[in-house]
Nanobody, 124 residues
Framework: VQLQASGGGLVQAGDSLRLSCAAS????????MGWFRQTPGKEREFVAGISRSTNSTQYADSVKGRFTISRDNAKNTVYLQMNSLKPEDTGVYYC??????????????????WGQGTQVTVSS
């Protein structure tokens, strides 16, 4: 599966953005999906995940209540709605396919399929 992320940009603190991750090659309905982010000098960190079959969701504590992950299998696209953005949300956001653990049954583990990343910059 190939993943194409989009929707990043430069916004001010308190603003909203919606990221999209469009898939090709395989149906996204086959996969648990997730979003991760990375800033210079830090490891890539989990942000949000949605399970394959039940659409259960998991979020990093830092984004709970502000971010929402969703999927539209008909459009083969996963979204990350980001509200009340903070400067610490700045980073490159990557979508991920074949993530496990979004159903809460265990540790979240990234799958092997990654998109190219989209930059989100939040100014204070």
């Amino acid at each position: 599966v190939q993943l194409q992320a989009s929707g990043g940009g430069l916004v001010q603190a308190g603003d909203s953005l919606r990221l999209s991750c469009a898939a090709s090659g395989r149906p996204l309905s086959n996969y648990g999906m997730g979003w991760f982010r990375q800033t210079p000098g830090k490891e890539r960190e989990f942000v949000a995940g949605i399970s394959r079959s039940t659409n259960s969701t998991q979020y990093a504590d830092s984004v709970k209540g502000r971010f929402t992950i969703s999927r539209d299998n008909a459009k083969n696209t996963v979204y990350l709605q980001m509200n009340s953005l903070k400067p610490e949300d700045t980073g490159v956001y990557y979508c991920n396919a074949d993530l496990v653990g979004a159903d809460g049954a265990g540790t979240v583990v990234a799958g092997i399929h990654w998109g190219q990343g989209t930059q989100v910059t939040v100014s204070s």
